[in-house]
Structures are given as C-alpha cells and as structure tokens.
C-alpha cells in the first residue's frame, strides 16, 4: 500500500543528545515537509523539500537539520541546540508544486520526548 | 504574524446537527484552501479543499465555503457524527506553494 511512514512512534533521548527521525513515502511524490505540532500552536513547519539534494528552511529550522537524498526519504534530525525538543513530529509529502493544487498525505507522527 | 486563523479553540456540536468551523486568512494572495481532520496522536487527513476561485465545495456531509471579500471560510458538517470528533486544521497555500495552517478547532459531538 502507498503511503507515508514515520518511525518509531513514540521516542525518548536524554537532553544534549542528538536524535534522527526517519520519514518513508513511496507515493512517488517530489516535495517533502516536517512540522511539530504542539498544545495550542497548530502545525508549525520546520523544513520542506521540493526535490531530491534540495530544501529549504521552514518557520522554525533553528536547532534542526534535514537531508533529501533519496526521493523517498526526508530524515529530520533534532540537535542538541534546539531548546524545546520534545513534541509530535509530523511528516508530509506532496505531487510536485506544479500539480494544480497541493494536497499533502501525512504520516502518524512521532512523538519526542527529551528528558 | 499569523496567516490563518482559527479564533474558536473548541467547539461543542450536538449529534445530528450541524458543526460550523470558522477560518479567517489575512494573506489575499493565497490561492487554495484546505481542511485537514486530526485525531489524537496520529497525522492529520485531508478533509475537502476549494480553489480562491470558487465560493462552494461540497462533498458528502462536509461543504466548504469562501468568501473571499471577507477573507473568511468555513467548514459545514451536516449531520454530525460522533466520528467527526477530532481536531479540524484549515490550512492554505501560499503562491511559493506552502502550506500554511491554523492553529486548530477541536469539535466534540455530544450524543
């Protein structure tokens, strides 16, 4: 079945380390994103790709960093510096950005928490 | 600065009746609007969208509508069900074709 996949669920590092989500889509789709989401705040965009060995910054990129070097796979990392880690982060994919609207399919998310 | 927003943080529906969600966007240039359906600790679906260019969407219980003069668009759920108790994003893209999202409505659907 197509679709996007998150692992794991649920996550848990100790402060100052850094932490690797991975994101999965086989939907064949060009542009890749990650938000966080948290109480009361929406959905917030981190960082987005429109094609492979190439993104740009999000609303909140501080403190995280992002590789696209495969179509399929958009991995999101959370480094030490970013002060307020924990949270539920979402992945989404999209068809290219000249598709005639841009629905995005979101995986189930993982949830970090950083003690 | 936010974009799109969603004033009512919460909003209580009797079963069978209709859910109205509210969105207003400052952003005139935004070309497409979508509602997204959240459940708790999963990833928001795709609900229903509308073109800037029309003022209706209908699909089955759910009808979006713009207003474009009013930079204002809601989300009629007719009738309720109790599954339709989940968080409601809108959300709209701009002409770099991000997609920008609100801050999130939780409808509950009282029995």
């Known amino acids: 079945d197509g679709g996007i996949t998150q692992s794991p669920k649920y996550l848990f590092r100790k402060e100052g380390q850094n932490v690797t989500l991975s994101c999965e889509q086989n939907?064949?789709?060009?542009?890749m994103y990650w938000y966080r989401q948290d109480p009361g705040q929406g959905l917030r965009l981190i960082y987005y790709s429109q094609i492979v060995n190439d993104f740009q910054k999000g609303d909140i990129a501080e403190g995280y960093s992002v590789s696209r070097e495969k179509k399929e796979s958009f991995p999101l990392t959370v480094t030490s510096a970013q002060k307020n880690p924990t949270a539920f982060y979402l992945c989404a994919s999209s068809t290219s950005h000249d598709s005639s609207y841009n629905e995005q399919f979101f995986g189930p998310g993982t949830r970090l928490t950083v003690l | 600065d936010q974009q799109v927003k969603q004033n009512s943080p919460s909003l209580s529906v009797q079963e069978g009746r209709i859910s109205i969600l509210n969105c207003d966007y400052t952003n005139s240039m935004f070309d497409y609007f979508l509602w997204y359906k959240k459940y708790p600790a999963e990833g928001p679906t795709f609900l229903i969208s509308i073109s800037s260019i029309k003022d209706k969407n209908e699909d089955g219980r759910f009808t979006v509508f713009l207003n474009k003069s009013a930079k204002h668009l809601s989300l009629h759920i007719v009738p309720s069900q109790p599954g339709d108790s989940a968080v409601y994003f809108c959300?709209?893209?701009?002409?770099?074709?991000?997609?920008?999202f609100g801050k999130g409505t939780r409808l509950h659907i009282l029995p």
């Open positions: 939907l064949n789709h060009d542009a």
């Open positions: 959300a709209a893209r701009n002409r770099d074709d991000k997609i920008i």
